[in-house]
């Protein structure tokens, strides 16, 4: 399976830039395919919902596409065949400020480049949908991060039905559906209409009735996608768009399931959805020059034109076969229940999630803390957010407010929006990056000492993949101290193996054949200390002052793997010499 691209939407003024570096990581690491266009889009305005942030990713990527193959101007046709997965990460999350896309769920995976990854919602949501559309036709994926979700299997998808909008879902109780939308269907599976939050009694039969959720996963048909773009230059939904709002347009909030989906649902008349009747809970904020009147206004337009796209398009619903489903909230007794229900842990409060979950959030928080406040989850740095004192073990509601200096902030609730603008996310991406190679060197310092028979390169690979010197030496630095501690010339020899690994790793397939001579002047001396056990700590010493002078070109990183080869299998003439004796 592969894709044309994959475009990560953000939120506008989010200062979430470090997303795109980390996209890039995983895409060096075999997570996302090479070949795909990879694209982060910023949405085009503040509050401009899941479907104009959709709208506005599909102009971008389009332009993209066309630049690629020359175009001067935007043209439709590349839409054709090609297979687009759009990505939503969606609205802050508070229990970690990289969102919810990118939390750790304590479990690691091989990639396909073979290197050890974190496994993620982000990851896990994008290997399914890949999953998915292996068998579909080329088109536009649209999904959130909003929610978690994993496939038991793909079986029952293998021929797709014949429809231009695909809406995913799973099949729920009616009482867990309550505070979500819910699909209506046909026998058929044909989308008849979209209720959000329906209201019931409550009794015990009714609330065990199943019922298809509305989950945040879309397949779009190039007939579909096509139609959509279309109308990104007509007002007022071009002001969804970056180009709308280039040329002085106010902001316009979209649903991608309330204004795409609905009017393609046979229930729906023109009247009741251009009315707004249908809305669901869209409200937007108004923009200071405009009034309610012309923003009711420019609804209405946008409905009609949106009816006049969708109403004759075919929409049905396919269900997932999911192993469990969650709905992220901000809420702390959400994620126990994640964790318990997902992640299959056995947590019974917020202290034992911090526990579970390897954030750099969660891990500032301190095993005795019942009344958590955030100024003491997140660690201080020179740009973040130090005082903020909203009480989340007690669920309290956050208040809209504005806020302009947070040090001198003495309130007990603002908007999570103004905490999150006023943070370098950046500094919470590496953080977790360290604390996971924590991790990593534990677990490789567990497998050398006790001599297991597992395979480290994943972990080595991974780590290389950083870049990050400060994180190779760290690597550098264990494997030396566990040779000259160990009383094992196996383990040493073993160790010394290891080092040989990672050099030959930085060298990226460059820089000649591992295999070759390795009796150079300037390692002679060190490799001379290792034969002795008296000198052995000196020669291993002696060994990484040379080392380190011979990490400038691949070239070198090579020569220099191969003199470490020649001290592990100095050990190992060391240990046949001891089994001898």
């Known amino acids: 399976m592969t894709w044309t691209a994959i475009v990560v939407t953000r939120r506008h003024g989010s200062q979430d830039v470090f997303i795109e570096q980390e996209l890039e990581l995983l895409q060096t690491q075999g997570v996302l395919p090479a070949e795909a266009a990879l694209l982060v889009v910023e949405d085009a305005c503040p509050d401009v919902g899941s479907g104009g942030s959709t709208l506005n990713a599909l102009l971008v990527v389009a332009e993209h596409l066309c630049a690629r193959r020359g175009f001067t101007v935007l043209n439709e046709h590349v839409l054709k065949d090609a297979k687009i997965l759009i990505i939503h990460l969606g609205r802050p999350f508070l229990f970690d400020p990289r969102g919810a896309a990118f939390l750790d769920l304590n479990a690691d995976f091989v990639s396909a480049s073979s290197q050890q990854i974190a496994m993620t919602p982000f990851i896990s949501q994008y290997t399914a949908i890949t999953a998915l559309a292996a068998a579909s036709r080329p088109g ?47 026998s058929d599976n044909n989308l008849m209409d979209i209720v959000y939050q329906a209201p019931f009694d409550g009794h015990s039969d009714e609330s065990k009735q199943k019922v298809p959720l509305v989950v945040t996963l879309m397949h779009m048909s190039v007939k579909a996608a096509t139609q959509l773009l279309s109308l990104h230059s007509q007002y007022p939904l071009s002001a969804s768009t970056y180009l709308g709002i280039d040329s002085g347009c106010v902001g316009l909030k979209l649903s991608l399931f309330f204004d795409f989906l609905l009017p393609t649902c046979s229930n729906i008349s023109e009247t009741d959805f251009c009315s707004g009747m249908r809305a669901g809970s869209r409200e937007t904020t108004l923009c200071k020059c405009e009034t309610r009147e012309d923003r009711m206004a420019d609804l209405s337009k946008a409905r009609k034109l949106l009816w006049n796209c969708f109403s004759k398009l075919q929409s049905k619903a396919v269900f997932l076969n999911t192993s ?8 702390p007794d959400d994620m126990v229940a994640f964790v318990n229900d997902c992640l299959k842990g056995d947590v019974s409060s917020f202290a034992d999630v911090c526990k579970f979950l390897h954030t750099p959030t969660f891990r500032n928080v301190s095993n005795e803390h019942t009344d958590v406040r955030i100024h003491s989850i997140y660690p201080a740095s020179d740009n973040d957010v130090i005082v903020f004192a909203a009480n989340i073990a007690n669920n309290r509601d956050f208040e809209s407010s504005q806020v302009n200096d947070f040090q001198n902030f003495e309130g007990d609730a603002f908007s999570v929006d103004d905490v999150f603008r006023s943070m370098n996310n950046d500094y919470y991406f590496i953080s977790a990056r360290e604390y996971k190679v924590d991790i990593w060197l534990a677990e490789v310092s567990r497998v050398l000492n006790a001599n297991a028979h597992t395979c480290l390169l994943p972990i080595f690979r991974s780590i290389c993949s950083f870049n990050d010197a400060f994180l190779r030496n760290r690597l550098f630095k264990l494997l030396d101290d566990i040779a000259f501690d160990s009383k094992s010339t196996r383990i040493a020899g073993r160790a010394m193996s290891c080092v040989a690994d990672v050099l030959g790793i930085l060298a990226n397939n460059q820089g000649g054949l591992r295999s070759g001579p390795a009796a150079n002047k300037e390692f002679v001396e060190a490799l001379s200390m290792l034969q002795v056990e008296l000198t052995t700590e000196q020669g291993i010493r002696k060994l990484r002052q040379v080392c380190d002078k011979w990490m400038d070109t691949p070239s070198r990183l090579i020569r220099a793997a191969r003199h470490y080869e020649a001290a592990a299998q100095i050990f190992t003439r060391r240990t046949v010499m001891y089994c001898k004796k």
């Open 140 to 186: 536009v994926w649209i999904s959130g991060s909003d929610s978690f979700w994993q496939l038991e299997s793909t079986d029952g998808i293998l021929e797709w039905p014949e429809c231009d909008l695909t809406a995913f879902t799973v099949s729920v109780t009616r009482e867990f559906a309550k505070n979500h939308g819910m699909y209506t269907l046909d």
């Open 324 to 331: 469990c489903y969650h709905y992220f909230t901000n809420k």
